[in-house]
Antibody, heavy 113, light 111 residues
Framework: EVQLVESGGGLVQPGGSLRLSCVVS????????MNWVRQAPGKGLEWVSV???????YYADSVKGRFTISRDNSKNTLYLQMSSLRPEDTAVYYC???????WGQGTLVTVSS | QSALTQPRSVSGSPGQSVAISCTGT?????????VSWYQQHPGKAPKLMIY???KRPSGVPDRFSGSKSGNTASLTISGLQAEDEADYYC???????????FGGGTKLTVL
């Protein structure tokens, strides 16, 4: 059974940092391309970042230079390191496989003083 | 403002059919056959309903169908059921760097 379980969300002050994790079971992270997608409260979905099986990474303009996507193949886990956080980064963050065929349950990040 | 344009809401009675449109440009919807649709119930993660314009993942009822013409894609739900009431999002591949763009979402109400 495929499962994606995010963790690491919480309340952080503007300018702070946070690392999200997505533990995957049922398939191999490194054999797929993995994404982070976010959803601000009451708003729509926004693609954030992707890491391809070969290791190439891409980011939405809104997070470029502040967020870093990575994976640990030994732990079959995807990460999102977020720094210089802004109030507009407040959202539920989902990890999703390939063309978003499988999703995690999401983890809420709140950026507020 | 979302990259793809969807109607904010649509509605229909049980048993009827509804269509949700998704309009983009030649750089996304019109340029690739990689349009997908997601269903999201309140407080839940999105669920893939249609991929590659018109393909259905295993387990998705054949009441859900997708199509595309030019820069506009459509999701049609026939034989509406109460459990179809949800938000629906379209998504399109938009190239290596932009990767994927979403529509703003459409709230489907089953009357």
């Amino acid at each position: 059974e495929v499962q994606l379980v995010e963790s690491g969300g919480g309340l952080v002050q503007p300018g702070g940092s946070l690392r999200l994790s997505c533990v995957v079971s049922g398939f191999t992270v490194s054999n797929n391309y993995m994404n982070w997608v976010r959803q601000a409260p009451g708003k729509g979905l926004e693609w954030v970042s992707v890491i391809y099986s070969g290791g190439s990474t891409y980011y939405a303009d809104s997070v470029k230079g502040r967020f870093t996507i990575s994976r640990d193949n030994s732990k079959n886990t995807l990460y999102l390191q977020m720094s210089s956080l802004r109030p507009e980064d407040t959202a539920v963050y989902y990890c999703a496989r390939n063309g978003f065929d499988y999703w995690g349950q999401g983890t809420l990040v709140t950026v507020s003083s | 403002q979302s990259a793809l344009t969807q109607p904010r809401s649509v509605s229909g009675s049980p048993g009827q059919s509804v269509a949700i449109s998704c309009t983009g440009t030649s750089s996304d919807v019109g340029g690739y056959n990689y349009v997908s649709w997601y269903q999201q119930h309140p407080g839940k993660a999105p669920k893939l309903m249609i991929y590659d314009v018109s393909k259905r993942p295993s387990g998705v009822p054949d009441r859900f169908s997708g199509s595309k013409s030019g820069n506009t894609a459509s999701l049609t739900i026939s034989g509406l059921q109460a459990e179809d009431e949800a938000d629906y999002y379209c998504c399109s591949y938009a190239g290596t760097y932009t990767f994927r763009v979403f529509g703003g979402g459409t709230k489907l109400t089953v009357l």
